[in-house]
Each structure stands twice: as C-alpha cells, then as structure tokens.
C-alpha cells in the first residue's frame, strides 16, 4: 500500500467525454486517478483499470484494488452511463434493465465497493445525474427513470454515510456535446407502432444536435471537479443553461401540485 498523502479519485467511464476530461484535469491538478475503461486505455494520461461496471464481481475486486494500493480514496466519480431513447410502448423491458443496470445499479455498488477506502480520506462520492433527473420528456423514460433512481438512492446513501464523514454529490447536467447520445441504444422495436412518427423525428434531431452543436462541455467539467476536490459542495448541484432556473420551475411545480391534491382531498 502506498504511504502517499496525495489525493485519490476512481473516475468509471474514462474512455471519453466528461469522465475524460475530469480525469484529465484532476491529474493536472496533482490528484492520483484511476479510470476505468472497457477498451484500450494505454494513450490515457492516468491509470486504467478494465471494469464493465455491471459486472458486480469486477466491481467489487475494483474497490478492493483501489484500497490495497492507495489505502484511501477521496473522491469516487460515478460517470459512466448510457442512453436509451424510445416512447414505453416501443422498448423491451430487456433495454430497461439494461439501462438501469448501468446508471443506477452500478454507481450504487461502486460505492458499495469503495466505502472502506473513502472513510480512511473522509472522501465524497459525486453521482453523475442529470436534468432529467426531475424535468420528463417524451421518448427519454428510460433514461430518466435511472436518473431519478439515483437521486433517491444517492439521498439515502448520503444520509447513512454522512455520520461516517463521507459526503454524496449530485451533479445535474443539462445537455453538454459529447458522444453519449450518439454512441445511445434506441428502442430495438423503434417505430413499430407507427404511433410515436413526430416524437422520433424531433428526437433523432435533438440527439443529433447534442453531439454536434451541444453546449461546450467545459462548465459541467468544472463543476464535477469541484464536487470532487472542494468540501463545501451543496448535494445537489444542476449545471448547464437555464438548468437552476429548470430546478426553481420544478420547484413551483411541486408546491402547486401539493396545493391542487390538498385541495382534491379536501373536497372528497
Ligand atoms: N453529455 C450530457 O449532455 C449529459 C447530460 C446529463 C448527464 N450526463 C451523464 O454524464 C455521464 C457521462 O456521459 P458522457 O456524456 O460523457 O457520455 P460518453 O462520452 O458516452 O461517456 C460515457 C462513458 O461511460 C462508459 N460506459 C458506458 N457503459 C459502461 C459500462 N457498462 N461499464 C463501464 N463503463 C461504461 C463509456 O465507456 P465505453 O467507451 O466503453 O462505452 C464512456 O466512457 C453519464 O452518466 C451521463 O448520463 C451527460
């Protein structure tokens, strides 16, 4: 085990985008990195390790891995995820699990995996939610419901470690230009139905738009290296255009939703 003070991050999903570039800059600001890939990651400016993150097995040696070699880890950064688009009636319940698997299931058993190392550094896990985490779309279901399944788990998770000293950040994109959505799986049964033909249309286009004009992913990069390295992150932390200003509408949709079923209740 190294004696080294330095800091230490597990980043998952290295190979591109945001998790690249967070790895990237956190080895340009000192911190030890290990990120995890399926393919090669030999031209990476840190070290990789091969870890599919549903496979629970392969998890679990990775945290133990992380803990044999460094003794502590101070941030675990939960950023690998897929896409998956198509109205309910059009995907396989097969594409769901899928889905769910990797962006809720997974970060859950990495941290799982990672707690003994992040209690020794009082280290943080930062969830790579998004937007859709409590803003719907039609065509996006799936991939909403895993971001809304990991803000309830990670709030739980936040509450059992905090006495622990371990913190729990979410970080909620808006749209940021990577390959995600290009690289996305669309329903296996995708217009099957003949009854989704527009919704598909804007879709495709949308998905189009975010991996070739998108916003400059710059800022959401900034605001998961600060999740990871700065003590005083809120839980929750919406990035992108118009993305708090997205939060504060909820927010009032809540509160008239609340105000139109005590109302309902009242009248029965
Ligand atoms: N970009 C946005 O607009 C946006 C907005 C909100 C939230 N997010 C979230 O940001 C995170 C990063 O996405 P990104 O936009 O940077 O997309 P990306 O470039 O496609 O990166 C996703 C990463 O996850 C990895 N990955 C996928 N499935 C995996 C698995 N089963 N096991 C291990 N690694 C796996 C990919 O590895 P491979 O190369 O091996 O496939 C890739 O490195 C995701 O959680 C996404 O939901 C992104």
């Given at each position: 085990?190294?004696?080294?003070?330095?800091?230490?991050a597990?980043?998952?999903?290295?190979?591109?985008g945001l998790g690249?570039?967070v790895?990237?800059r956190?080895?340009?600001?000192?911190?030890?990195?290990?990120?995890?890939?399926?393919?090669?990651g030999?031209?990476?400016?840190?070290?990789?390790v091969h870890?599919?993150?549903t496979?629970?097995?392969?998890?679990?040696?990775?945290?133990?891995?992380?803990?044999?070699?460094?003794?502590?880890?101070?941030?675990l950064?939960?950023?690998?995820?897929?896409?998956?688009?198509?109205?309910?009636?059009?995907?396989?319940?097969?594409?769901?699990?899928?889905i769910?698997?990797?962006?809720?299931?997974?970060?859950m058993?990495?941290?799982?995996?990672?707690?003994?190392?992040?209690?020794v550094?009082?280290?943080?896990?930062?969830?790579?939610?998004?937007?859709?985490?409590?803003?719907?779309?039609?065509?996006?279901?799936?991939y909403?419901?895993?971001?809304?399944?990991?803000?309830?788990?990670?709030?739980?998770?936040?509450?059992?470690?905090?006495?622990?000293n371990?913190?729990?950040?979410?970080?909620?994109?808006?749209?940021f230009?990577?390959e995600?959505?290009?690289?996305?799986?669309?329903?296996?049964?995708?217009?099957?139905?003949?009854?989704?033909?527009?919704?598909?249309?804007?879709?495709?286009?949308?998905?189009q738009?975010?991996?070739?004009?998108?916003?400059?992913p710059?800022?959401?990069?900034?605001a998961?290296?600060?999740?990871?390295?700065?003590?005083?992150?809120?839980?929750?932390?919406?990035?992108?255009?118009?993305?708090?200003?997205?939060?504060?509408?909820?927010?009032?949709?809540?509160?008239?939703?609340?105000?139109?079923?005590?109302?309902?209740?009242?009248?029965?």
């Open positions: 085990m190294s004696k080294n003070k330095t800091s230490v597990l980043v998952t999903g290295t190979s591109s690249r570039a790895a990237e956190l080895v340009e600001l000192g911190w030890e990195v290990i990120g995890t890939v399926r393919g090669d030999t031209e990476l400016p840190f070290e990789t870890c599919d993150v496979d629970d097995d392969a998890v679990a040696r990775l945290g133990q891995y992380v803990f044999e070699r460094w003794g502590r880890l101070d941030a950064v939960n950023n690998a995820g897929i896409s998956l688009t198509g109205p309910m009636e059009e995907l396989d319940p097969k594409e769901v699990r899928t769910l698997d990797v962006n809720l299931v997974a970060p058993a990495l941290a799982r995996a990672c707690l003994p190392a992040l209690r550094a009082s280290g943080v896990i930062v969830q790579i939610s998004s937007v859709s985490a409590y803003s719907s779309s039609e065509l996006f279901g799936a909403q419901a895993s971001k809304f399944g990991l803000e309830g788990a990670s709030d739980a998770l936040r509450q059992e470690v905090c006495s622990q371990v913190r729990v950040v979410l970080i909620e994109p808006g749209p230009r990577t995600i959505a290009v690289k996305g799986i669309q329903a296996g049964a995708k217009g099957s139905t003949g009854l989704y033909e527009s919704s598909w249309v804007e879709v495709d286009a949308w998905l738009w975010h991996a070739t004009a998108g916003p400059d710059a800022e959401c990069v900034a998961i290296v600060g999740a990871a390295t700065l003590r005083d992150a809120p839980f929750r932390i919406p990035v992108g255009e118009d993305i708090c200003e997205e939060l504060r509408r909820k927010g009032g949709e809540m509160i008239a939703q609340a105000d139109a079923a005590e109302a309902f209740l009242l009248s029965l």
